[in-house]
């Protein structure tokens, strides 16, 4: 008999009804007998007793009611009504299935079912329900770059409709707002046809309006954002836009000082990564991440075919390069493995180009982080493909080499002549850390290849002096130059037979965010290319080891390797001690998990039984342990459905035994076995987080190499963070600042992992436990340098700090105190932050002092800030100014006295002649009882003051003559009095605070 016809998914005649869709069905059938002959009432009732009877059954009916939204429009009204009302958790059950459904199979639903999917959202976004945000983004990646086929059209309209409809959601949130100018600029190029002309009006019209009306939180976008401009730049309403970002840059926003401050910001990879679908994503990944070298052509195949279908996906190609260059940063092991570089991919990719104009936008998007290159905020690995698809296409495609070598020599000139020197600087910085950090030795064999033409040889010994002198600035280790250094696609070696097409996966939101990993350089056909240098550690015999252990080598096939592992692992095993070699072997070749835990036990119990062995023989042990161990380290700990730690199985089964047992031999070997596996140190943290046995993670700290908490601490976190899913690392740290208060409280490195990858959902969950007492990030005695560390951080990142100091009870003197050492006034976040931050403290004497006194910041700072206060509690602020006159003068410090004559001065021009200040006669006449004693200089500068002294003179005139000849008196022995005298040491008034 047929199988029914699934109402979810299209389905051809060879495919099964999906497991999802089973489910769906089960708990529709479920739903519709458990209601039947009931009345709309009574239905009601009975699934309130239902949803909190049982978890199950609440799990059952909310998918049921799900269901019946995404396949019945006539229903999916009432359906969502009983939905809000029945629900117990706040619809994160249902959140999470749309998720589910979004990310794994958004191209095999029907396309009724994708218009609901659109529907759901709306409702989610009115009823404001948390989570909306993650489904958003997740939708809005579903709009597929390069097809303008009726159903990817249809279902672009619809997400315009929601932006539009939804204004308000979308501009209070961030990242929505800037994910949608992201998006939609980016389409914009796609949608040239006149089938199309309505959805490419309707986007520039969403998108000018987005820009010109939030353009400050746009500049957040980076330097992306000028790359998508200059895509629409042709555009007649894109041309005043470009007119005033060029030239009234103050038109736009009154922070944004011109178009170099976005260059200068590198943009978040989250941005960059959304312009992929999550089934491209998904694939591009394990394209770069798990193919081999050798087997990869059949994967390439697969993935064009999939993607690559006519001329006008072409331009998903500059996607793919910037995701692979800002998203894609191999580790250390991936390096020193013998999977598919990532040059080869982007040369792939460029030999799939067929147009011109294509072809300089996929240049554009391989070199655009090269442009306005900094090292200290920019990572090398968005510069590293670029140069090594240069240096390996000379042999194989010399012509790509050279297209590529012109290009970076003519963008010097003509990206933005304004900025000439700039990207000039850009490019040569990008030069020079490729050298420094040896991802090639030099520039000589690049330059002076003899299929390069002469002129362009030349062009670049001018352009660049300085960098092809021999070994020039790389040191003497030389890049071989290999004959055979091929393209992804053009790999002649007979490979093994390619192995099944990956699996599908369940892509979150936030196995989305892929972490940056430390640069390691790029690993080149193993057995040939030589590794850079800080891709190595040396280990005891003078060799190179990486950080996972394995060899840096690896043979040309998966069998090969797999062979080099085994042969690697009975020599080890040979080597060991007798008395503990037949349990290392049984363990080593056991599969069986019960089986291969008692083995386990067995080898500590031998190593309990030695007492006398010494540190290398348990490292010997670990060793051959870390062969086996390897494959669990390598799973994400939370890799079950509920996100609890699978304490049943793999690493952890392990753990408790070595944790049972809390003698400092157990510590030493877990420590040997902790410096060949670096990730251990996480697995074990986190499973005695749940054990609740933090305590023993310090006992164990005082056994590594590193001696001491903060340093094996703030390590493993880093590793969570760059190697484990987000849910793990956030999972942990409220945990951590309660146990270890005075190693996290404070820490610098451990706050930028926190808010690197941090999404809205963790933050605000931080945000509640910061606020709960349940965790103290900041220490107010080094709060000021914290603060200063973060200038170098990304924008989201400052931002996120300053939300977190918000939250928490700091002091308002210690943060001002930032801003002593400070002299740079382009520090644009740390002063908009600061100004939110000090709204909400009151100004006191001791506050509003150091306000006051500092220097170089009135405009971004001090007067706004000094202004509000006024407004906000009146009279007492300018009350606090006359007292610093007043003790001024008695104290006579005349250096103290004119600076608050010139703040009183720049004051009164920030504001209108109706403003409080204007009318406050305490003020006016302790200023002028003090005004002799002011220096010509300061009177000549400030005419509003002297202004104002006129305008009290003239009402005073009208007091009788005998005032205005005590007036007159007075002015002509103003020249006649002393200026103050010197006795008080001219310091800050931030250092007196005993006034």
């Not at 009611?65 to 396949?71: D, G, P, R």
């Not at 249809?154 to 409809?165: D, P």
């Not at 196995?511 to 040396?538: A, L």
Request: proline fraction near 5%; charged fraction near 25%; include cysteine.
């Amino acid at each position: 008999m047929e199988p029914p016809k699934s109402c979810l998914f299209s389905l051809n005649n060879l495919e099964t009804n999906d497991e999802i869709d089973s489910e769906f069905i089960q708990d529709k059938d479920f739903l519709l007998q458990t209601l039947t002959g009931l009345s709309e009432r009574e239905s009601l009732d009975k699934l309130n007793v239902l949803t909190t009877s049982n978890p199950d059954n609440h799990k059952r009916v909310c998918v049921a009611l799900l269901y019946v939204m995404l396949t019945d429009q006539s229903q999916a009204s009432k359906a969502w009504r009983d939905l809000t009302i029945v629900s117990r958790d706040n619809l994160q059950l249902v959140i999470a299935r749309l998720n589910q459904l979004v990310s794994t199979r958004f191209d095999k639903l029907l396309m009724p079912v994708k218009m609901q999917l659109i529907w759901i959202l709306e409702q989610i976004i009115i009823s404001n329900i948390p989570g909306g945000d993650q489904l958003f983004v997740l939708m809005m990646s579903c709009i597929k770059g390069g097809d303008i086929k009726s159903p990817n059209v249809l279902f672009a309209e619809q997400m315009i409709k929601i932006v539009t409809s939804q204004l308000n959601w979308v501009v209070a949130n961030s990242f929505i707002l800037n994910l949608s100018v992201y998006t939609f600029l980016r389409l914009i190029v796609d949608h040239t046809t006149p089938q199309v002309a309505h959805l490419r009006k309707a986007e520039i019209s969403l998108s000018i309006k987005l820009i010109r009306e939030n353009f400050e939180e746009c500049m957040k976008l980076g330097r992306d954002f000028i790359r998508l401009l200059q895509g629409v730049a042709k555009i007649p309403e894109f041309i005043d836009l470009w007119r005033d970002i060029l030239y009234s840059p103050q038109k736009l926003s009154p922070n944004f000082t011109g178009i170099l401050q976005i260059l200068s910001v590198r943009t978040s990879r989250r941005f960059l990564a959304s312009r992929l679908t999550p089934d491209m994503e998904t694939r591009l990944s394990f394209l770069a991440t798990q193919v081999k070298f050798g087997q990869h052509q059949r994967y390439q195949t697969w993935f064009a075919r999939r993607f690559f279908t006519g001329p006008e996906t072409q331009t998903l190609v500059c996607d793919c390069i910037r995701y692979i260059c800002g998203v894609i940063h191999p580790t250390n092991e991936m390096l020193n493995s013998n999977i598919v570089p990532r040059w080869a991919l982007i040369g792939w990719l460029l030999t799939t180009i067929t147009s011109n104009v294509m072809a300089a936008q996929t240049k554009l998007a391989l070199f655009y982080d090269w442009f306005f290159y900094n090292k200290d905020s920019d990572s090398i690995m968005n510069i590293e493909p670029g140069i090594l698809v240069m240096n390996h296409a000379l042999k194989s495609h010399p012509v790509i080499a050279a297209t590529l070598m012109d290009f970076i020599i003519r963008m010097t000139d003509e990206f933005c002549p304004e900025l000439q020197q700039e990207v000039w600087s850009g490019i040569n910085n990008s030069f020079k850390d490729i050298i420094d950090k040896k991802v090639i030795a030099d520039f000589t064999l690049l330059v002076s290849h003899p299929k390069l033409d002469e002129e362009l040889r030349l062009s670049f010994h001018r352009k660049f002096p300085g960098m092809c002198t021999p070994g020039g600035g790389g040191g003497e280790v030389m890049v071989k130059q290999d004959d055979d250094s091929k393209f992804s696609d053009d790999d002649t070696r007979s490979p093994p037979p390619p192995p099944p097409p990956p699996p599908a996966v369940n892509l979150s939101l936030e196995n989305r965010m892929i972490s940056d990993s430390p640069f390691s350089g790029m690993q080149q056909e193993v057995e040939e290319e030589y590794v850079p240098e800080y891709v190595k550690e040396p280990v005891e015999n003078g060799g190179v080891e990486d950080r996972g252990g394995g060899a840096s080598g690896g043979g040309d096939s998966a069998s090969e390797y797999s062979e080099d592992n085994d042969s690697g692992l009975s020599g080890l095993i040979e080597e060991l001690d007798p008395s503990i070699k037949e349990e290392i072997r049984k363990f080593s070749y056991e599969s069986e998990p019960i089986a291969q835990r008692t083995s386990f036990g067995n080898v500590i119990s031998r190593i309990m039984d030695h007492p006398a062995w010494t540190r290398p023989k348990l490292a010997a042990v670990a060793k051959c342990l870390h062969v086996t161990l390897q494959p669990y380290l390598s799973l994400s700990v939370m890799d079950d459905e509920e996100g609890q730690v699978p304490l049943h199985h793999g690493i952890f089964q392990l753990l408790s035994i070595l944790t049972k047992d809390k003698r400092p031999r157990i510590w030493k070997f877990l420590s040997e076995f902790y410096n060949i596996e670096p990730r251990v140190g996480y697995h074990l943290l986190y499973y005695l987080y749940s054990r609740a046995q933090l305590d023993l993670y310090l006992e164990f700290t005082s056994y590594t190499s590193a001696g001491n908490l903060k340093a094996c601490l703030t390590e493993d976190l880093r590793i969570c963070q760059e190697e484990d899913s987000p849910a793990t690392f956030y999972k942990i740290i409220p945990d951590l600042y309660q146990k270890f208060p005075a190693v996290t409280t404070g820490n610098s490195s451990i706050l930028h992992l926190i808010v690197s990858c941090i999404d809205s959902q963790q933050l605000h969950t931080i945000v509640c436990n910061v606020m709960s007492k349940k965790m103290k990030i900041f220490n107010v005695r080094s709060i000021s340098s914290l603060l200063r560390t973060t200038l170098e951080w990304e924008t989201f990142e400052q931002y996120c700090v300053w939300q977190l100091l918000s939250a928490e009870s700091v002091p308002s003197e210690s943060v001002i105190d930032v801003l002593k050492d400070i002299k740079d006034t382009h520090h644009f976040e740390l002063f908009s932050s600061m100004l939110i931050f000090l709204k909400s403290v009151k100004p006191t004497e001791k506050v509003v002092k150091k306000i006051i006194f500092l220097q170089n910041f009135e405009d971004q700072l001090v007067i706004p800030i000094t202004v509000w206060w006024i407004d906000k509690y009146g009279e007492g602020v300018i009350r606090i100014i006359e007292g610093f006159i007043g003790s001024a003068v008695s104290s006579m410090d005349d250096k103290r006295l004119n600076i608050l004559v010139q703040f009183v001065e720049t004051i009164c021009k920030a504001v209108d002649t109706n403003h409080v200040i204007y009318n406050q006669a305490n003020l006016w006449r302790q200023i002028k009882s003090s005004y002799s004693f002011i220096s010509a200089s300061v009177k000549e500068n400030c005419p509003m003051v002297q202004k104002m002294m006129k305008d009290g003179n003239r009402k005073s005139g009208s007091q009788g003559d005998s005032e205005s000849g005590s007036d007159r008196e007075s002015d002509e022995s103003v020249e006649e009095r002393p200026k103050l005298s010197k006795r008080k040491r001219d310091v800050s008034v931030l250092d007196s605070d005993d006034e």
